[in-house]
């Protein structure tokens, strides 16, 4: 178990130091008898200043990093803590990251996994005001969560988000929760509408099926073999649907919505107008990253890309300000290999001669009914689709105060961005460069752009054009170069 922090310190005796003013202010505080009857803690400062815990089964070493680490497992904490000294501990804890149970070092695991699991339930329970939980363990969590409000959850084959909430004594008041390789369909019929009734924020990571093991010895799941049953009831059958037509169904109605899914059943959701009292309207940020490879069938993805378009950001424009809409490198990149070289290049040319990426007149009717539109960033298979967006947004977006534009050149992301070929970010880095678009009326250069790969770029006025140059690039080193 260790704790991170926001604050920093000058140098590796920051948090004792800034300790000891502290109890010198307090002579006959108790602090300084919980520094001695806990010698187990190496650093009392980061549990008394610091609010992020990470939680593991394992004995951790000591640390480099200004962490407090615990030198004692889980069990220890509890079991050697009876007289309630640690109680502001559990006061100040806001954050908790659970470590997955094959998370050890060392090979020093206190006790079965089944006794983690039951000291963990007893460990969040003293925690008074738990805010944030990142939970990745395939068992339910005996525990009430009453002051929850963003959950990260990783979904396993024999245990959802769905076997997550219901095992839980009440509802928790969330407001963000992020579903981490959670199956595209569940069956969200069983879930009642009270428990994500408060839902702000959703965000969904791709979903990777499991894979069959050559050693099924070695699998998570064959660890877990001695879990009582009771952690895994038998689940009648019932129907599935995905979580937005839950959503929809239950009237709940997000602001954030980042996702991979390519359904219908999304579109639906954020479309939704049954009448002007029921209609949801108060999208602010949207984010999907595509993957254009996900069925050979190119037509279903063409006809998403143009219902988003046709149908979204105009039905939200008193209030979406984030645009985020890109074929996405990480997401596809399971897709491509289950193809052929050959047939990664037949899609990739079958989409190319399609308008599936071109700044075309639905996605431009749909940006200019806009009220709010701040970040807009798109991506694209082909570079003369960057080409019509700063024209777009020369000729247009200005009106509307746009702030900030972002282009995926081959559905780059910004994590991948460094692992691109030099080779490709020169290419492309020479490709804007040479780029010019004529002046318009009303346009200052004030919008800022960035491209992936590449970085932040600029708008430079040059002989009636505007151009992009780095941000980088000194303002003289211009004038001098387009006198």
């Known amino acids: 178990m260790s704790a991170t922090s926001s604050h920093s310190s000058d140098g ?14 307090f002579p006959n505080s108790s602090m300084k008898l919980l ?15 610091f609010h992020r815990f990470t939680l593991s089964e394992a004995r951790f070493g000591p640390s480099s990093e200004l962490n407090a680490v615990v030198s004692k497992p889980i069990g220890s904490i509890i079991s050697d803590d009876e007289d309630g000294s640690l109680d502001f501990l559990f006061d100040n804890i806001r954050e908790l990251i659970v470590q997955p149970l094959d998370s050890q070092q060392d090979g020093n695991v206190e006790g079965s996994d089944v006794e983690y699991i039951k000291l963990l339930g007893l460990f969040i329970r003293r925690i008074k005001n738990l805010k944030s939980l990142d939970y990745p363990l395939p068992t339910p969590l005996s525990a009430s969560l009453t002051t929850l409000q963003s959950l990260t959850f990783t979904s396993h084959p024999t245990f959802t988000i769905l076997d997550f909430l219901l095992a839980l004594p009440s509802p ?34 791709p979903f990777q099926p499991p894979q069959p093991l050559e050693d099924p010895s070695s699998s998570l799941s064959s660890k877990l073999t ?6 895994f009831p038998p689940k009648p059958a ?24 390519q359904s219908p059943d999304l579109i639906r959701f954020l479309d939704y107008r049954q009448s002007p009292l029921s209609s949801y309207v108060g999208l602010i940020n949207i984010e999907i990253l595509l993957d254009p490879y996900k069925s050979k069938n190119t037509s279903e993805f063409l006809e998403f890309i143009e219902s988003f378009w046709w149908r979204v950001p105009s039905h939200h424009r008193y ?14 990149s399971s897709s491509i290999a289950r193809y052929k ?45 960057f080409v019509g967006l700063i024209e777009f947004v020369i000729i247009e977006i200005y009106i509307n105060d746009l702030e900030r534009v972002v282009w995926h050149f081959d559905g780059i992301d910004y994590d991948d961005e460094k692992k691109v070929d030099e080779k490709v970010v020169r290419e492309i880095k020479a490709f804007v460069k040479v780029m010019r678009w004529k002046k318009h009326r009303g346009f200052d ?26 941000v980088s690039t000194s303002p003289n080193t211009i004038m001098a170069t387009s006198v």
């Open 12 to 25: 590796p005796e920051g948090p004792d130091l800034l300790l000891s003013h502290i109890l010198e202010m």
């Open 35 to 49: 520094h001695s009857n806990h010698p187990l803690l190496d650093t009392l400062a980061t549990l008394v200043f």
């Open 172 to 205: 928790p008041p969330l407001t963000s929760l992020t579903l981490k390789n959670s199956p595209p369909s569940l069956p969200f019929t069983t879930l009642p509408g009270i428990y994500l009734k408060s839902l702000e924020s959703l965000t969904q990571t």
């Open 226 to 231: 001695f879990i009582p049953s009771f952690f």
């Open 238 to 261: 019932v129907a599935e649907e995905t979580i937005y037509t839950y959503l929809l169904k239950n009237s709940i109605q997000p602001t954030t919505v980042r996702t991979f899914s």
């Open 319 to 332: 209030t979406i300000k984030k645009i985020v809409f890109y074929p996405s490198s990480s997401v596809s």
């Open 341 to 385: 070289p050959k047939q990664i290049q037949k899609l990739r040319d079958k989409l190319l001669s399609s308008s599936a990426f071109d700044i075309t007149n639905t996605l431009k009717s749909s940006i200019r009914k806009t009220h709010r539109l701040k970040h807009l960033e798109l991506g694209g298979l082909a570079r003369e689709g």
């Open 445 to 470: 250069g004030g919008i800022k752009v960035r491209i992936v790969p590449g970085g932040e770029m600029r708008f430079v006025a040059e002989e009636g054009y505007w151009k992009l140059v780095p």
